[in-house]
């Protein structure tokens, strides 16, 4: 189903729809650090419009003692009282120059727990390491692809119950699709960037992006069954700058 975002508010804004955006993420030149740069903040909600759609359940073939017969996809998560969506991937495209991508390496750390990934959707910056955990008491396999579930293989570790912690580095830029090969039912998502000026969107569907210096960039939001959008935004000099957005069913 196509799916729209709209602004809350007047704004002077190009909108593009566009399909798969952050499974073709653009490396147009390398990111350069400049600490002089003060910048400003850029901060939101995306909330949800009309009707929400019903959870989908999925039946569990294996290890359905511990797991449940069934599973909720869980992939819509909107609070009731705010309308904010979580778990909504916010980045800033084309920035140049900016703040320091700090800490390098950060540890990200990837639980099997309850037969889900934690977190479903997770983001990171090119060279962190990612900590796979398995939690619960059966086995689980941690599949990562680039791209989509039909990508190329970049990180495929099993985990028996009670093995210790795994730890990859994540070296690709792009969209990292995450499947469990023994419980089909487990997904998650690793959007990989070579900057700073990405977030996931809180339980009450809040975003910040700090320290954006003056110009005008590609916002892109992605989400994983509502889609992927575009907008132009032009950041100045002086800030803060709020950016709201609604995602819902076209029509």
Known sequence: MRRLIRPMRDEVIVLVLMSGLLG?????????????????????????VGSLPRAEVMPVHRD??????????????????SRGISGVVISLEGVAKGKPVVPENLPLTFENRTCRFIPRVSVAVVGSVLEIVNSDPILHNTHVRLGNRFGPTVINVAQPAGTRVIRKPIREV????????????????????????FVVTDRAGRFELTQVPPGTYRLRIWHETLGSREKAITIPATGPVTVDLELGPEG
């Open 24 to 48: 073709t993420i653009n490396l147009a030149g390398a990111y350069e650090v400049d600490p002089t740069i003060a910048g400003v903040t850029v901060s939101g909600r995306i909330t949800f």
């Open 64 to 81: 359905s003692k511990f797991c449940g017969e069934m599973m909720l996809t869980e992939a819509l998560q909107v609070e009731h009282a």
């Open 174 to 197: 792009g969209f990292l699709d995450v499947r469990c090969d023994a419980h089909t039912f487990m997904r998650a998502s690793i959007p990989v960037f070579e900057h700073p000026y």
